[in-house]
Structure formats: structure tokens, C-alpha cells
């Protein structure tokens, strides 16, 4: 059973930056994702990572303020996120999953993923 932990969360001001760490127990997951439970929201996908060759996925929202990047040397996937909104208040979560069939059209949806982080709270003061 495979663990993720989440850290570099807090409190920033509007238009600042801030990047996002999770941190995996093993090798092996296929697929990774960032997700973001805002208050009162369902938790929707920003961006993930396959193993498989394509380029990382992003939400269309969030494209061109964020990227992710996998670290295999010390097993982490981070998440940059610039030009910080207050919108972008809520809790960030990492997921992992090992059978990644069709994750192109499945990358964003929470439930393709097993494994999940406890997530991180990022506050975005005006």
C-alpha cells in the first residue's frame, strides 16, 4: 500500500507563487495527479503525470499557472502554482494509481485514483 504525503501548503498573499510537494512511500504508480477541494466544491483535477510518455495534463482552467513535475531521485511530484488567486483557496490533494488504461480522458476524475494524500490547505489572502 503505497503513501502520499503533501506538504508546502499555508497562507499567501494574492499573486504570489507557491509550490506544492507530495511525497510517495514507493516506486510504481503509473499515474499521478494534483486535486483541489475548494470550500463547499467537489474536488476537481489541476494537473497529472503519466509514466507513459505523454506530456502532463492540465486543467483548462488553470493552464498556464501551474505545472507539475515528477522527481524520481526522491520520489515526489510537485505542483507550481503562480499568479495566486483567492480562488485557488482550498485543500490540495495528491492521488496515485497503478492501472492507468485510457487516463487521457480520465486524468481529472477523482475516481481513477486509489491512493490519495490527506491533503494540504492553501489560503489565498486579498
Same mark, same amino acid.
Given at each position: 500500500? /503505497?503513501?502520499?504525503?503533501?506538504?508546502?501548503?499555508?497562507s499567501v498573499q494574492a499573486?504570489?507563487?507557491? *509550490? @506544492?510537494?507530495?511525497? =510517495?512511500?514507493?516506486?510504481?504508480?503509473?499515474?499521478? &495527479?494534483? =486535486? $483541489?477541494?475548494?470550500?463547499?466544491?467537489?474536488?476537481?483535477? @489541476? &494537473?497529472?503525470?503519466?509514466?507513459?510518455?505523454?506530456?502532463?495534463? #492540465?486543467?483548462?482552467?488553470?493552464?498556464?499557472r501551474i505545472s507539475i513535475? $515528477? +522527481?524520481?531521485?526522491?520520489? *515526489?511530484?510537485?505542483?507550481?502554482?503562480?499568479? @495566486?488567486?483567492h480562488e485557488d483557496t482550498?485543500?490540495? #490533494?495528491?492521488? &496515485?494509481? +497503478?492501472?492507468?488504461?485510457? /487516463? $487521457?480522458?480520465?486524468?481529472?476524475?477523482?475516481?481513477?485514483? *486509489?491512493?490519495?494524500?490527506?491533503? *494540504?490547505?492553501?489560503?489565498?489572502?486579498?
Amino acid at each position: 500500500q /503505497i503513501g502520499l504525503v503533501e506538504s508546502g501548503g499555508g497562507s499567501v498573499q494574492a499573486g504570489g507563487s507557491l *509550490t @506544492l510537494s507530495c511525497k =510517495f512511500s514507493q516506486f510504481g504508480p503509473n499515474c499521478m &495527479a494534483w =486535486f $483541489r477541494q475548494a470550500p463547499g466544491q467537489e474536488r476537481a483535477g @489541476l &494537473a497529472a503525470f503519466y509514466t507513459g510518455g505523454d506530456p502532463p495534463y #492540465y486543467s483548462d482552467s488553470m493552464k498556464g499557472r501551474i505545472s507539475i513535475a $515528477r +522527481y524520481t531521485s526522491n520520489l *515526489t511530484l510537485d505542483l507550481r502554482i503562480n499568479n @495566486l488567486r483567492h480562488e485557488d483557496t482550498g485543500v490540495y #490533494y495528491c492521488a &496515485a494509481e +497503478y492501472r492507468c488504461a485510457n /487516463i $487521457r480522458a480520465r486524468w481529472s476524475d477523482p475516481q481513477t485514483y *486509489t491512493f490519495w494524500g490527506r491533503g *494540504t490547505q492553501v489560503t489565498v489572502n486579498q
